[in-house]
């Protein structure tokens, strides 16, 4: 959270100090309230109506066999997605969030499926280990994916917005640019993924290693590009968008992270819109959080993606709204404060 | 989470493994959810219906300064709750829970307020420095209380319990309570409770101290009795007869451990019906839920009590819930296993 605070946050936590409860007593809730209240610009935040948007890709790098799934599972989760069988579909509708589904880099033609929107970049990118994994065209071009799901949202009226992720073998090209984009090594951010074993998980470490290798000394804003994932793109493309617009995101999980740090290649002060949900089980996220400087609100030992961490939030957020929002003051409801 | 599992938890586990995401990938979402199965002894839970009753109760040990409140702001509190307008209504609300305010022990005539349970034992504790602080009826009737409440709850069909506390002076009786139940020291138990500056600090150190020298020697059971309070006491009684009837209550904060602690003394086995909501900033709440053998969901510095943090994580168990329930299965979503 903030430690300087604006006009509003400061006159929100005026507000905070004067309802029913020892000053302070709420904890984070009052942070977050006072946060949303800043963001806003108001002194009571508005309810949240948050959207998630979930981006899907396949990556050319799962030839390398870095994960524990076929790269096929990507499209068969979109399909998943559309039928409403999915996690993220779960937890968007029990924290009343709208969802969009968001083919931008599937290895599949999916062109027939109804239900979710066709925005396909390109099919999968192209190895990471060998090459660019895709154009400069190809990124600018998801990333507007990303930009057109963010605009579409708050036009809807969406004041929450959450990316979060499908594709096989993501977490690599997320390893990849955290490692990149933070200075931390290979080992200190590669985890398991979706479950991969030791010899794999060893195999994994060596093609980030790699990569790594064949990018070194190119410039930040060329990582995603080189080692990102049309999904990371277009999550970095609707983060850029969200904060140019001044609605605040709330960040998901190792991809998302990964997402967050490339977005903040085009947009340094990008963290002033972002909370951090949780803490994934994903080797890095601390780490990758913390150079966004974000203090996650939830551990709960998550590793799915999908944006389910930052769902299963929201009621969270919600609750401190309410809380800041409804509750009487000690003038109101007539009760002693403590110098009374 | 218990590591031995009944027969429904591991077959709620088994469902959990056919859905779709990798195993073990929802992380402590998954542990909720088996762990409910198990207590409802079905492998789908049913949604939870839960119901928080707030205690309230006066202690006769304000008088010697341990709190930065007066004691008539435990009676303006009750009238706050009455009218809707406290923290733990609005919480209540967020989550769907239904909501019931006890003054088991409120130092004040509240006979004339209306939407209140009217059970009171006592107005107000003895001091607990001097000697006991009720008689060993009192308790009695109290806890009594506590058990009409959960009969109540349960016969109107709910299945999560939830008891929150208000009481000035409470965090006194309740450090008393665990040091006494768990043999820790008063300086790893105290805290500053609503807020106590550092002369009152150390002087409630000291008051604890000698209260537990008057107390040595005496059997477990009479620790309630002794330095409790008539709302700790009904809490205890609350999750007694809802151990005995089955159902599962969420812990809250620092009272809430101490009245579970108390609880255990006259049923060693509670803690398996027992879920730990949260961790607060009073000093001692991790030592005494890790004394219960409890890992807590969240940790927001939250010290407000009211049932507050509890009815706060009700959201994340709902969610656990409907995961469990209505995600797709590998095989339904036709959707590749990593063993597919």
Same mark, same amino acid.
């Given at each position: 959270?903030?430690?300087?605070?604006?006009?509003?946050?400061?006159?929100?936590?005026?507000?905070?100090?004067?309802?029913?409860?020892?000053?302070?007593?709420?904890?984070?809730?009052?942070?977050?309230?006072?946060?949303?209240?800043?963001?806003?610009?108001?002194?009571?935040?508005?309810?949240?109506?948050?959207?998630?948007?979930?981006?899907?890709?396949?990556?050319?790098?799962?030839? #390398?066999?870095?994960?524990?799934?076929?790269?096929?599972?990507?499209?068969?989760?979109?399909?998943?997605?559309?039928?409403?069988?999915?996690?993220?579909?779960?937890?968007?509708?029990?924290?009343?969030?709208?969802?969009?589904?968001?083919?931008?880099?599937?290895?599949?033609?999916?062109?027939?499926?109804?239900?979710?929107?066709?925005?396909?970049?390109?099919?999968?990118?192209?190895?990471?280990?060998?090459?660019?994994?895709?154009?400069?065209?190809?990124?600018?071009?998801?990333?507007?994916?990303?930009?057109?799901?963010?605009?579409?949202?708050?036009?809807?009226?969406?004041?929450?917005?959450?990316?979060?992720?499908?594709?096989?073998?993501?977490?690599?090209?997320?390893?990849?640019?955290?490692?990149?984009?933070?200075?931390?090594?290979?080992?200190?951010?590669?985890?398991?993924?979706?479950?991969?074993?030791?010899?794999?998980?060893?195999?994994?470490?060596?093609?980030?290693?790699?990569?790594? %290798?064949?990018?070194?000394?190119?410039?930040?804003?060329?990582?995603?590009?080189?080692?990102?994932?049309?999904?990371?793109?277009?999550?970095?493309?609707?983060?850029?968008?969200?904060?140019?617009? %001044?609605?605040?995101?709330?960040?998901?999980?190792?991809?998302?992270?990964?997402?967050?740090?490339?977005?903040?290649?085009?947009?340094? #002060?990008?963290?002033?819109?972002?909370?951090?949900?949780?803490?994934?089980?994903?080797?890095?996220?601390?780490?990758?959080?913390?150079?966004?400087?974000?203090?996650?609100?939830?551990?709960?030992?998550?590793?799915?993606?999908?944006?389910?961490?930052?769902?299963?939030?929201?009621?969270?957020?919600?609750?401190?709204?309410?809380?800041?929002?409804?509750?009487?003051?000690?003038?109101?409801?007539?009760?002693?404060?403590?110098?009374?």
């Amino acid at each position: 959270m903030s430690v300087c605070m604006t006009g509003s946050e400061s006159e929100a936590r005026a507000h905070q100090d004067c309802l029913t409860k020892p000053r302070g007593s709420l904890g984070r809730l009052e942070d977050i309230a006072c946060w949303l209240a800043a963001r806003q610009g108001r002194v009571k935040p508005e309810p949240l109506r948050p959207h998630i948007a979930v981006f899907a890709g396949d990556h050319g790098v799962c030839e #390398e066999g870095v994960s524990a799934y076929p790269s096929v599972v990507t499209a068969e989760m979109v399909r998943n997605f559309a039928r409403g069988g999915a996690a993220i579909n779960v937890l968007a509708r029990q924290c009343g969030a709208s969802l969009a589904v968001v083919d931008v880099g599937v290895a599949a033609d999916l062109a027939e499926l109804d239900g979710i929107v066709h925005a396909n970049v390109r099919r999968g990118t192209a190895s990471l280990l060998h090459g660019p994994a895709m154009s400069g065209d190809e990124m600018r071009a998801a990333m507007q994916a990303g930009r057109d799901q963010a605009c579409a949202a708050m036009d809807g009226g969406a004041n929450l917005l959450i990316a979060g992720d499908m594709g096989i073998g993501n977490t690599t090209a997320s390893a990849c640019l955290i490692c990149r984009l933070t200075g931390a090594s290979p080992e200190e951010v590669v985890g398991t993924g979706t479950g991969v074993d030791q010899a794999a998980y060893r195999h994994k470490l060596e093609v980030v290693g790699e990569a790594l %290798g064949r990018v070194a000394g190119q410039p930040d804003a060329d990582a995603l590009r080189e080692l990102g994932g049309l999904e990371i793109a277009a999550m970095a493309g609707f983060y850029l968008q969200a904060a140019e617009a %001044g609605v605040p995101v709330l960040i998901d999980g190792f991809i998302s992270a990964a997402a967050a740090l490339a977005a903040r290649c085009f947009e340094p #002060e990008i963290g002033r819109w972002m909370l951090a949900s949780h803490v994934s089980q994903e080797t890095g996220h601390a780490l990758a959080l913390e150079a966004l400087g974000l203090s996650p609100l939830l551990d709960f030992g998550m590793r799915l993606g999908e944006g389910s961490g930052a769902a299963l939030v929201v009621p969270l957020l919600q609750s401190a709204v309410a809380l800041h929002n409804d509750m009487a003051s000690f003038e109101s409801a007539g009760v002693t404060d403590r110098d009374g």
